[in-house]
């Protein structure tokens, strides 16, 4: 079956320019996660979603930042005003809640 | 949320037997151990759970001892193939917390 897919897969952008990116999650999960993984570190928690509850927003890293997720289903992370410090690959993953996450391939954002 | 903390890299010979300690004293009653793998532009895949003692896959073998304050993962007769980050996490097992993967344990398995 299909997993979680994410779109773009790469992004370019200039400093200063907003950006959008998106996460289709495996059909059923009520949860879903992004994450944030700079070259050659770990994986940076920024958001978590859980069915109709507030999301926990607890990893975000700026007010620049910010994420929704419509019916429960596809998300969209958008950073306003991008920094170059936001060069990253960001991850999505969704679950249903006390079983393992699945993992999108992530979108390469640049910022020149 | 228990912090874990793990080896920044192994290295190890095709063949061998690799064994990656994590610790997590803060462990709570009801955390799972589980464990993560990720290569190089792809995002992390789950490997294994535990609660107690061992668990085995086709996989690995995931050891915890019986405070578990610490579990061990256990890869056996790596190939080159198992050349990745290991990133090893406590979850609570009803699920619905943030979780913290840390910086991993990066293996470099040589021929």
């Known amino acids: 079956g299909a997993g979680v897919s994410q779109s773009p897969s790469n992004k370019v952008t200039e400093k200063g320019k907003d950006v959008e990116l998106r996460c289709d999650p495996i059909?059923?999960?009520?949860?879903l996660y992004w994450y944030r993984q700079s070259l050659g570190q770990g994986l940076e928690f920024l958001i978590y979603?859980?069915?109709?509850?507030?999301?926990?927003k607890s990893g975000l890293p700026s007010d620049r930042f910010s994420a929704e997720r419509t019916g429960g289903s596809v998300s969209t992370l958008t950073i306003q005003r991008t920094q170059q410090e936001d060069s990253a690959v960001y991850l999505c993953?969704?679950?249903?809640?006390?079983?393992?996450?699945?993992f999108g391939p992530g979108t390469r954002l640049t910022v020149l | 949320l228990a912090k874990t903390t793990q080896p920044i890299s192994m290295d190890s010979y095709e063949g061998q037997e690799v064994n990656i300690t994590c610790s997590h004293n803060?462990?709570?009653?009801?955390?799972?151990i589980t464990w993560y793998q990720q290569f190089p532009s792809q995002g992390p895949r789950f490997i294994i759970q535990?609660?107690?003692t061992k668990v085995t896959n086709e996989v690995a073998s995931l050891f915890i001892p019986a405070d578990r304050k610490s579990s061990t993962l256990s890869l056996p007769r790596v190939s080159l193939s198992d050349t990745a980050v290991y990133y090893c996490?406590?979850?609570?097992?009803?699920?619905?917390?943030?979780?913290?993967f840390g910086a991993g344990t990066r293996l470099f398995v040589k021929a």
């Open positions: 993953a969704s679950t249903t809640p006390g079983e393992e996450q699945f």
């Open positions: 059909s059923g999960h009520t949860a």
């Open positions: 979603f859980q069915g109709n509850s507030a999301p926990d």
């Open positions: 803060n462990i709570a009653t009801n955390d799972y």
């Open positions: 535990g609660y107690k």
């Open positions: 996490l406590v979850v609570p097992n009803t699920g619905g917390f943030k979780t913290i």
